[in-house]
T-cell receptor, first 108, second 115 residues
């Protein structure tokens, strides 16, 4: 079957670094998306990894290992506005298979 | 560009009523999707379309119907509403040239309550 797992909730301190992990098992895998979703709002795109390795985009980086079925999202220099849910989604046979999301709580 | 638009933003239905959730995109995307998101949960795919005239079921299609007569519009029909359909509904679109689903752009959502 198809499955995506990520932690339900994480807490971090403003200014720190946090890593959100995602493991997946899907067929017809094309790549791995990360989206950010603030409470009461729609998801917005953060990153897309097709090849193995790390992609950096400002304070956010995303890593993919296709052989291990594993990805992570790294957030640096955390700000209070980063408090949100982070959703990983596997691009599989022209659909996205979504994880349940990781709620990130930032403390001052 | 307006992106992906959805109407209405909020709706309260009585059990057994029907309604249509509207979705439109102006980005000439070929793929369109309907999701529902229950509180504290991830997105569940209801239906999707890879082009005008082509639709297919997702993970949770029961109680819903869709049509795609144009590239721009992808309405979702709820027949005989039930309390289990209380949720937030998101429409999304993407462009795919064959290398995957593509980055999905989301509408603002419709918050539906069935009582």
């Amino acid at each position: 079957g198809q499955n995506i797992d990520q932690p339900t909730e994480m807490t971090a301190t403003e200014g720190a670094i946090v890593q959100i992990n995602c493991t997946y098992q899907t067929s017809g895998f094309n790549g791995l998306f990360w989206y950010q979703q603030h409470a009461g709002e729609a998801p917005t795109f953060l990153s897309y990894n097709v090849l193995d390795g790390l992609e950096e985009k400002g304070r956010f980086s995303s890593f993919l290992s296709r052989s291990k079925g594993y990805s992570y999202l790294l957030l640096k220099e955390l700000q209070m506005k980063d408090s949100a849910s982070y959703l990983c989604a596997a691009d599989s046979n022209y659909q996205l298979i979504w994880g349940a999301g990781t709620k990130l709580i930032i403390k001052p | 560009n307006a992106g992906v638009t959805q109407t209405p933003k909020f709706r309260i239905l009585k059990i057994g009523q029907s309604m249509t959730l509207q979705c439109a995109q102006d980005m000439n995307h070929n793929y369109m999707y309907w999701y529902r998101q229950d509180p504290g949960m991830g997105l569940k795919l209801i239906y999707y379309s890879v082009g005008a005239g082509i639709t297919d079921k997702g993970e949770v299609p029961n109680g819903y119907n869709v049509s795609r007569s144009t590239t721009e519009d992808f309405p979702l029909r709820l027949e005989l509403a039930a309390p289990s359909q209380t949720s937030v509904y998101f429409c999304a679109s993407s462009y795919s040239s064959g290398g995957g689903a593509g980055e999905q752009y989301f509408g603002p959502g419709t918050r539906l309550t069935v009582t």
